[in-house]
Structures are given as structure tokens and as C-alpha cells.
Nanobody, 125 residues
Framework: VQLVESGGGLVQAGGSLRLSCAASGRTFGQYHMGWFRQAPGKEREFVATISWSGGRTQYADSVKGRFTISRDNAKNTVYLQMVSLKPEDTAVYYC???????????????????WGQGTQVTVSS
């Protein structure tokens, strides 16, 4: 599976962005998807994940209530809508596919196999 993120950019604090992640492959709809982020000098951290059907989601406490993950299996795309952005949200954002199909939602990077190249999100104060 190949993943390509887009939608990053520079935004002022309080602003919004929507990230997209387009996936190749016919089995996209069988896999949970996740968004992670990595700021300079920090480890990659979990942001949000969504089940294969879109029926279940889970968020990091730091983004709960501000970010929304969604997916369109017909378009092989997963989204991350981000509102009320803060300077501490500045990072490279990556989408990823869980290593195994279906099953439980997971939140650690080691449980995800395919990764995109990342898209930069910068929030100015």
C-alpha cells in the first residue's frame, strides 16, 4: 500500500486545516488507518485512528474535541480535520495503515506498517 498525504501548510493559531491521505490498493477498506505527528526533536506520537468501516475512532487527549478523523473507502482516502489549531500542533503529520486487517484499534507506531511521506503543518502564534 502506498500512502500520499496532502493539505498541510502554514496557519495562524485558531485556524483550521484538513489533511488528506490517498491510498493505493484494493484492500484499503479492510484496514484501520491512523494519523501520527512528529515535531523536531520529539518522537512520533499518535494523533487519531479510525476503524476499517469508519464506525470507531480514537484520539489522543491533546487533540480530542479539535481534530476529527474520517474516511471515504470509495475514494481510498482518510482525512484529518483540524480546528482550533495551536502552536504545539506544529509537526510533520503522517498517515499509516495498521499492519493487520480488521481487529482492534491500535495507537502505537509499531502496530502500523505502511507510512506516507508526511505533510508539514505549522501553526504560528
Amino acid at each position: 500500500v502506498q500512502l500520499v498525504e496532502s493539505g498541510g501548510g502554514l496557519v495562524q493559531a485558531g485556524g483550521s486545516l484538513r489533511l488528506s491521505c490517498a491510498a493505493s490498493g484494493r484492500t484499503f477498506g479492510q484496514y484501520h488507518m491512523g494519523w501520527f505527528r512528529q515535531a523536531p526533536g520529539k518522537e512520533r506520537e499518535f494523533v487519531a485512528t479510525i476503524s476499517w468501516s469508519g464506525g470507531r475512532t480514537q484520539y489522543a487527549d491533546s487533540v480530542k474535541g479539535r481534530f476529527t478523523i474520517s474516511r471515504d473507502n470509495a475514494k481510498n482516502t482518510v482525512y484529518l480535520q483540524m480546528v482550533s489549531l495551536k502552536p504545539e500542533d506544529t509537526a510533520v503529520y503522517y498517515c499509516a495503515t495498521k499492519r493487520t486487517s480488521f481487529g482492534s484499534l491500535v495507537t502505537t507506531p509499531k502496530d502500523f506498517g505502511s507510512w506516507g511521506q508526511g505533510t508539514q503543518v505549522t501553526v504560528s502564534s
